[in-house]
């Protein structure tokens, strides 16, 4: 098993910044891939920003230049720094462990979820 915490969300006004942290507990040999995702009300869960184990990643085109996934082995932490904060970008962020690296993109791709942040950017 592999448990997932997330940090960080908060309210912030457009063009702000916010980090958001997932700590990663657990089994955490088995996980190949680490995300995070964000879900508005009405909408399907999409992916923002998805890093392998080997350092790859990948990011949805609207968040591209904006966000920044990383990843801290010592501390078993996944980041996603977000500059330039929208109001379009007000949701609830989900981070997402997976055992294969190749589901990435997608949500069912994911074997363990934390329990989410909410980030919501207004003025």
């Known amino acids: 098993q592999v448990q997932l915490v997330e940090s960080g969300g908060g309210l912030v006004q457009p063009g702000g910044s916010l980090r958001l942290s997932c700590a990663v507990s657990?089994?955490?040999?088995?996980?190949?891939?680490m995300g995070w995702f964000r879900q508005a009300p009405g909408k399907q869960r999409e992916l923002v920003a998805a890093i392998t184990s080997g350092g790859s990643t990948n990011y949805v085109d609207s968040v591209k230049g904006r966000f920044t996934i990383s990843r801290d082995n010592a501390k078993n932490t996944v980041y996603l720094q977000m500059n330039s904060l929208k109001p379009e970008d007000t949701a609830v962020y989900y981070c997402?462990?997976?055992?294969?690296?190749?589901?990435?993109?997608?949500?069912?791709?994911?074997?363990?979820w934390g329990q989410g942040t909410q980030v919501a950017v207004s003025s």
């Open positions: 657990g089994s955490i040999f088995s996980i190949n891939a």
């Open positions: 997402g462990a997976g055992t294969s690296a190749f589901r990435r993109l997608g949500a069912s791709g994911y074997d363990y």
